[in-house]
């Protein structure tokens, strides 16, 4: 199972907004909506930021969205804050029990 | 509150065995399904395994089949990974996470525990 393409950096000033690709095949990402989206600080475990394509858990800023058209999921942090400064990680359900994660980007906040 | 804390790294020749070990805490344990996540240095997350909440059913990424081994003991509300022979490039941190099928993702993370493999 091959990872899912991110691109390995994005950046935006504060108030601005950034988004973060993350593309697949009809295997995973576009054929279920199952992607969710994961930040990353330094040295810190993952933290789930989006679930089944758009859905905010509590506690998650409305400043975070999630979409998908076709195999390409995108999160969308709108409002940047110095402390969305991290790495981002979408995965998928890749289909019989096994799961995909994507390559990452980093986020900077300028 | 909701936890997970691994334990069981270390720094371990190649070809020799680890096992890591996952506590679980203030959840339901035994209705969940687990999983076992690493990360190389410097690289991103990688899946490796997924149990059933009952251990009946095991799923693994193709690049350990055969070498690593997941389990779970719901009375001790723990979570496992047996790793075999293992090489240089399993050096990475391990995460054991919480799937949510509510939500069909990783909801619940620990805090990762450091495998060094290295002659």
């Known amino acids: 199972q091959s990872a899912l393409t991110q691109p390995p950096s994005a950046s935006g000033s504060p108030g601005q907004s950034v988004t973060i690709s993350c593309t697949g095949t009809s295997s995973d990402v576009g054929g279920y909506n199952y992607v969710s989206w994961y930040q990353q600080h330094p040295g810190k475990a993952p933290k789930l930021m989006i679930y089944?394509?758009?859905k905010r858990p509590s506690g998650v800023p409305d400043r975070f969205s999630g979409s998908k058209s076709g195999n390409t999921a995108s999160l969308t942090v709108s409002g940047l804050q110095a402390e969305d400064e991290a790495d981002y990680y979408c995965s998928s359900y890749a289909g019989r029990n096994s799961y995909v994660f994507g390559t990452g980007t980093k986020v900077t906040v300028l | 509150q909701v936890q997970l804390v691994e334990s069981g790294g270390g720094v371990v020749r190649p070809g020799r065995s680890l096992r890591l070990s996952c506590a679980a805490s203030e959840f339901t344990f035994n209705t969940y399904a687990m999983h076992w996540v690493r990360q190389a240095p410097g690289k991103g997350l990688d899946w490796l395994a997924l149990?059933?909440?009952?251990?009946?059913?095991?799923y693994y990424a193709d690049s350990v089949k055969g070498r690593f081994t997941i389990s779970r003991d719901n009375s001790k509300n723990t979570l496992y990974l047996q790793m075999n022979s293992l090489r240089a490039e399993d050096t990475a941190a391990y995460y054991c996470t919480k799937y949510n099928y509510g939500f069909h993702a990783f909801d619940i993370w620990g805090q990762g525990t450091m495998v060094t493999v290295s002659s």
């Open positions: 149990i059933s909440y009952d251990g009946t059913n095991k």
């Open positions: 089944e394509v758009s």
